[in-house]
């Protein structure tokens, strides 16, 4: 069965740092691509970062890029979300994804995804 959690979320002010996680169970996350994706109240699910998981290339939305860096770690089978100079609005529900199968040159879609993360709640105050 595959799972993904995600961890590390909390509540900060703006300027902070604040470093997500993903843990990967339940199958090889080799081939895969992991994307991060947000969702703040009352918006639309948004892609956030991706890596491909063999080759470590990184992709990211305009709004986090510079900011924030998506990494993984092989040997704990995780991948990371780290984001600095965080902002009001980047408040949201994080949540980590996973699709294999599919090459991607840019951003993602939720609909791109197979499997999916319950989420990590990320609040940043003014």
Not at 44 to 54: G, L, M, N, P
């Amino acid at each position: 069965q595959v799972q993904l959690v995600e961890s590390g979320g909390g509540l900060l002010q703006a300027g902070g740092s604040l470093r997500l996680s993903c843990a990967l169970s339940g199958r090889t996350f080799s081939t895969a691509t992991m994307a991060w994706f947000r969702q703040a109240p009352g918006k639309e699910r948004e892609f956030v970062a991706r890596i491909k998981w063999s080759a470590g290339t990184t992709y990211y939305a305009p709004s986090v890029k510079g900011r924030f860096t998506i990494s993984r770690d092989n040997a704990k089978n995780t991948v990371y979300l780290q984001m600095n100079s965080l902002k009001p609005e980047d408040t949201a529900v994080y949540y980590c994804a996973s699709r294999t199968g599919i090459i991607i040159l840019g951003a993602m879609s939720p609909g791109d995804m197979d499997y999916w993360g319950k989420g990590t709640l990320v609040t940043v105050s003014s």
